[in-house]
């Protein structure tokens, strides 16, 4: 079985500050991917970043940032200077092997964040 | 616009009866995934297509549920008798074969059964 914990539910800050959204997963697979989705208040998933368990190097994009530490199971996601139009619900998902044999993803159940001017 | 779409957008209907949704992936993607998502909550995998096979359900989909991808296209995913417990929206999603590949989201159907 696998899990995701995502337990900040919501976070509030004010423009320009960083803020970190935690994640936590639980899976028996050695092989697995973690995804990062933003879900902003138009309702579309949008996918920001893919990292396979094997690569643990942390990755930056703009003003993103991941963190991946197999040793704690956690794959962070940092925003620096943070803007309004951050505001969104933020998912964090595992993709292991399934009874059957499929790869299948499981969403935490997110991380509101509301970036105030 | 070659995105994920999805129809139709809001579908109200009245407890017993049956809905269906439609889904139209990205061309060259021949994996095809429906979600449930209620208000609150992740997405929760429903089921999913590899072109035209269903290779996986969730034990979520009752025997209520159903969904078809007939050539490997389109999608629809039917519920039949539907119940309140059913309102929610529902995501389809594409992507390429591999696990590694991300999944491109459609904007959903929500669905209210009164």
């Known amino acids: 079985a696998q899990k995701v914990t995502q337990a900040q539910t919501e976070i509030s800050v004010v423009e320009k500050e960083d803020v970190t959204l935690d994640c936590v997963y639980e899976t028996r697979d050695t092989t697995y991917y973690l995804f990062w989705y933003k879900q902003p208040p138009s309702g579309e998933l949008v996918f920001l970043i893919r990292r396979n368990s094997f690569d643990e190097q942390n990755e930056i994009s703009g003003r993103y940032s991941w963190n991946f530490q197999k040793s704690t199971s956690s794959f962070n996601f940092t925003i620096t200077a943070s803007q309004v139009v951050d505001s969104a619900v933020y998912f964090c998902a595992l993709s292991g092997r399934a009874s059957g044999g499929s790869y299948i993803p499981t969403f935490g159940r997110g991380t509101s964040l509301i970036v105030h001017p | 616009d070659t995105g994920v779409s999805q129809n139709p957008r809001h579908k109200i209907t009245k407890r017993g009866q049956n809905v269906t949704f439609r889904c139209d992936p990205i061309?060259?993607?021949?994996?095809l995934y429906w979600y449930r998502q209620t208000l609150g909550q992740g997405p929760e995998f429903l089921t999913y297509f590899q072109n035209e096979a269903q290779l996986e359900k969730s034990r979520l989909l009752s025997d209520r549920f159903s969904a078809e991808r007939p050539k490997g296209s389109f999608s629809t995913l039917e519920i039949q008798r539907t119940e309140q417990g059913d309102s929610a929206m529902y995501l389809c999603a594409s992507s390429l074969e591999l696990a590694l590949y991300e999944q491109y989201f459609g904007p959903g159907t929500r669905l209210t059964v009164t």
């Open positions: 061309s060259e993607h021949n994996r």
